[in-house]
Structure formats: structure tokens, C-alpha cells
């Protein structure tokens, strides 16, 4: 339905963007042409934006906000739908928002100052290093010679990966981007699948970085410190007298959260299945290109060294009061310095400065529609909706709804700064259990980050790679979003039933 996905590998190389079908006359009618298909995906975004756009600003929400509101769902249908390439959609939609004066320009572009997102681009830059050094081809070729015979068996070596660095990374960007997506590229590189063209990235680049990113999620979920925005959670729980010690996060998400590392990497090896699953001569191959690369490179010793600072840095970053995009450009400058980086390498990685524009326009509009009251209208709105209900079915309400409006957010952090307490509330004024109701919003803040390219940080970095269409995200994201909800809900409830959470 929409035209092929544009966006580009962070090497620099790019997908030929598609352009709409030329015209071509109509059957029977000479002379006449058909409307070119791009005014078609163009309409409904334009339409569904308009409707949204004129309806009056309920009680609570600032007369803007139902503006910013429209102008917002139509971006996010355009970027669905792609009558234009990702970047100009969110282009387009930055600038309706400042001609209408529904954002000031100050506003607007107060989503590219976002540490967020440059902690993003930023991770581009250091899996720019793996690649360029060969450090990366080298670490992959380890993991190939160790676990390389299937697709899945390399899935499963990126989870345990990302299990073992999540409880002392807080922020997950970080470990998708800066840690677990520079290894990935390189194993799909190697069995020479790339962005280039359908074939060559459904081979095995496009299963494993989506299957990166649907684990991320899940070890995101398991500890406070996995993610930045669990200890606001934590501290939001706190100002409603619910006290949650790391040690309970962790116990409660331990179950669950194996279950679905076990679980994830298999299912997406059958709805989104690479066309490469054997691979028995890998580890042969890869011994082979081991003794062929020969000794490490100084560069590769640097960018080494360099991965090894970064990792410390961001394992103490709240010890040592650094934060994690501060020490993702100190990586970036030690590259710059040393010779590993150039300034070409950077300024020709089309992948983070495309993702750093549509990531920018959509934190900058879903914080526009925080501060007009839109989120706090939605969220009472559910509230009064599951007055009367019993607290089992009022909790299933909430949760759903909560988990599913993160369509309408750009990072996990924004929505539970926006909607946690909200929702919380609503829980315990219906009967949930306090603690459980905590601590499964909690879990949903980050379970929710794969449902589309723009979710999360981890997805603006795997989007960014131009292997997984937009189409994709969304249709592989809804599937994977009602997996991991009967995970969580049929291993997670009992589980935590049995520990005495409720």
C-alpha cells in the first residue's frame, strides 16, 4: 500500500528511496490519466488530521490542543502510510504545526535538543567505529564461530548479551545502540545481507536487529536501572505511599522476563523468519576469516579500548554523575582524536541524521500535547470509563489502554512522566492492588517500546539501519505486542501472586 522504505544504513549507503508510479492511462479512457497513488496515502492522514483539527478543545485541555492533537495523528499516518519518505513527513508535519501557530518555532525545534535522540545519533557514530576499525566483523565473527550454525542461535546470543548489560545500564538507547546494534550490523554483514535490496536484508539483518529490539524491551522491563525511566516510575509510585525496592522489580519481572527471552527470539523466527536459518558452515568460515583478518589493528585497539570506557561510564554513570549521552560523545571525540573517526564518516551517515529529524519532530509534538493538557484528558477519560467495573476488569482496561496509547508517544520516559501516575490512580481507586498495579505499569513502560520505529530510542536506532520498512514496525510490532502481553499476563500474574505482590 505505501511505497518502499527509504531509509539509509549508517555506513551511508542508502535504499534507493521509491518514487510514485508514474502515471498511466486509464483502461478504456484515452488520454486520461490516473491520480498518481501518493495523493491517496496522502489524503487520509490529511483528512483524519482535519477532522481532529476542528473539533472544539474539551473542558481541562488548552484551546490549542486539539490542533497539536490532529496535527499529530496525521504525522504519525503519514509516516505509516509514506506518501513521502519518513524525513520530509515529519518535515511537513513540524512545519503545519508553526504555520498554524498550533507550536511556536522555539517549541517546534525543542525536540532536536532532546539528549535522547542525540544519544541516538550518537550510537550510529560508535557502530560506525565497529565498522570501520573491522572490530565489529571481528566480534562477530566470535560469536559466529561460538553459536553461528543458525539465525536463531545468533538471536539468543544477542539476548543473553543484552540480559547481562541491562541491570547496570540505565539507559537502554545505550545498549541497543551503542552495544548490541553495532554487533548485529556486522553479523549481517558478514553473511552479506544489507539494506540494498529486500532479499539481501530479509537474509538475516532485518530478523535479527527487530529481534534485538523486541528483547531490549523485555530486559528493559526487568530492572529499575535498565531503563531511564523506571526510577521515575519508582519515585511516582512513591508520591501514592507505594514503596518498590530494586530487589522487587527485579523478583517480580525474573519469570516473566525469562519466559520471554526464551520465548520472543522463536516467535519472531516464525512471523518475521529470515530467509538464512542455516547456516553450518559458518563456524568453519568464520575461523577461516580469523586467521585471514590476522592481528588486531591499533584502531581496532582503540575503538576497543573506547567501547570498554564507554561501558564503565555508563554502568556509573549515577555514581559518577555523567550521563549517558555526555559519554557517548566523549566516545565519539576519543574516535575523532585518535584518527578511528573522521568527520567524513560522520557527516555521510545519512541513517542518524534522518533519524535524528522524524525522532526530533515527534518528541517535540508529544511534549507539546503534554503541556496543552491533551494527555491528562485522555487519561481521565479512561478512568471515568472504568467506574463500576470489577478491579480484574478495570485493571485489564487500564493496562491495554495504556500499553496501546504509546502509539501517540515518541519514548517510553515521556509517556511515563505524562500517563504513570495517571493511570496508576485510576488503578487503585478501582480496586487494583497497589503494589501489583505499580509494578505492572511499570513493566508496560517498557514492554510498549517495539510497537513502532518511533517508540522508543533503541527502535529510532534499529529503524534507522534502512532494514525493516515501516510497514514492518507497525504489523510486527502489534503481533509481538500481544505475545509478550500473554507472557506477561499469564506467567507474570501467577508469578507474582505466588511472591505475594497481591
Known amino acids: 500500500m505505501s511505497p518502499a522504505e527509504p531509509p539509509t544504513a549508517p555506513e551511508g549507503s542508502s535504499a534507493p528511496e ?24 496522502a489524503s487520509i492522514p490529511v483528512i483524519v488530521g482535519l477532522i481532529i483539527f476542528f473539533i472544539p478543545a474539551p473542558d481541562g485541555v488548552d484551546a490549542s490542543g486539539m490542533r497539536m492533537l490532529g496535527i499529530f495523528v496525521a504525522t504519525i499516518l503519514g509516516l505509516i502510510l509514506q506518501p513521502l519518505p519518513t524525513g520530509s513527513v515529519a518535515l511537513v508535519g513540524l512545519a503545519v504545526a508553526m504555520i498554524t501557530k498550533t507550536m511556536s518555532a522555539a517549541d517546534a525545534l525543542a525536540g532536536f535538543s532532546n539528549t535522547t535522540i542525540w544519544l541516538i545519533v550518537a550510537s550510529f ?98 530492572f529499575v536501572t535498565a531503563m531511564a525511566g523506571n526510577p521515575l516510575a519508582v519515585d511516582a509510585a512513591k508520591d501514592k505511599g507505594i514503596e518498590i525496592s530494586w530487589g522487587q522489580w527485579a523478583l517480580a519481572a525474573l519469570v516473566p522476563g525469562l519466559v520471554s527471552l526464551i520465548v520472543v527470539p522463536w516467535v519472531m523466527s516464525k512471523i518475521y523468519a529470515p530467509t538464512r536459518t542455516k547456516t553450518p558452515e559458518a563456524p568453519e568460515l568464520a575461523r577461516k576469516q580469523l586467521r585471514e583478518q590476522g592481528a588486531m589493528t591499533v584502531h581496532e585497539w582503540i575503538m576497543g579500548a573506547t567501547f570498554v570506557l564507554l561501558l564503565v561510564l555508563w554502568c556509573l554513570g549515577d555514581q ?82 495504556y500499553f496501546y496509547v504509546h502509539y501517540l508517544f515518541a519514548s517510553n520516559t515521556a509517556q511515563i512522566v505524562a500517563m504513570y501516575a495517571v493511570f496508576l490512580g485510576a488503578a487503585i481507586t478501582a ?59 499469564a506467567v507474570g500474574a501467577p508469578w507474582m501472586k505466588l511472591i505475594g505482590v497481591w
Open 320 to 401: 559518577l554523575d555523567v550521563d549517558a549521552t555526555t559519554t557517548a560523545f566523549v566516545g565519539i571525540a576519543i574516535l575523532l582524536v585518535t584518527g578511528v573517526l573522521t568527520w567524513k564518516n560522520l557527516v555521510t551517515d545519512t541513517g542518524a541524521w534522518q533519524t535524528l529529524i522524524f525522532f526530533g519532530v515527534l518528541v517535540a509534538m508529544a511534549d507539546e500535547l503534554r503541556k496543552l493538557k491533551v494527555i491528562d484528558w485522555v487519561g481521565g477519560k479512561v478512568a471515568d470509563s472504568v467506574g463500576g467495573l470489577p478491579w480484574l476488569a478495570a485493571f485489564a482496561v487500564l493496562t491495554l489502554v
Open 125 to 222: 557514530f560508535i557502530a560506525e567505529g565497529f565498522i570501520v576499525t573491522g572490530l565489529g566483523k571481528r566480534i562477530a565473527l566470535l560469536f559466529v564461530r561460538a553459536i553461528g550454525r543458525s539465525s536463531l542461535g545468533l538471536a539468543y546470543g544477542m539476548a543473553v548479551t543484552d540480559l547481562i548489560l541491562a541491570p547496570a545500564t540505565p539507559s537502554n538507547t545505550a545498549r541497543a545502540g551503542g552495544v548490541v546494534y553495532p554487533i548485529v550490523r556486522s553479523l549481517a554483514i558478514l553473511e552479506d545481507s544489507t539494506p540494498e535490496s529486500d532479499a539481501s536484508r530479509r537474509k538475516l539483518g532485518a530478523y535479527l536487529l527487530l529481534t534485538a529490539l523486541q528483547v531490549n524491551v523485555i530486559t528493559s522491563a526487568m
Open 18 to 41: 521509491s518514487s510514485p508510479a508514474p502515471s498511466s492511462q486509464t483502461s478504456g479512457s484515452p488520454g486520461r490519466r490516473r491520480v498518481p497513488s501518493i495523493w491517496y496515502t
Open 431 to 489: 480496586g487494583v492492588p497497589p503494589l501489583f498495579a505499580a509494578l505492572v505499569f511499570g513493566f508496560i513502560g517498557n514492554l510498549f517500546g517495539g510497537l513502532a520505529h518511533y517508540s522508543s530510542g533503541p527502535a529510532g536506532v534499529m529503524y534507522g539501519s534502512g532494514y525493516i520498512k515501516t510497514t514492518e514496525w507497525f504489523r510486527v510490532g502489534f503481533l509481538m505486542s500481544i505475545v509478550i502481553i500473554v507472557v506477561w499476563t
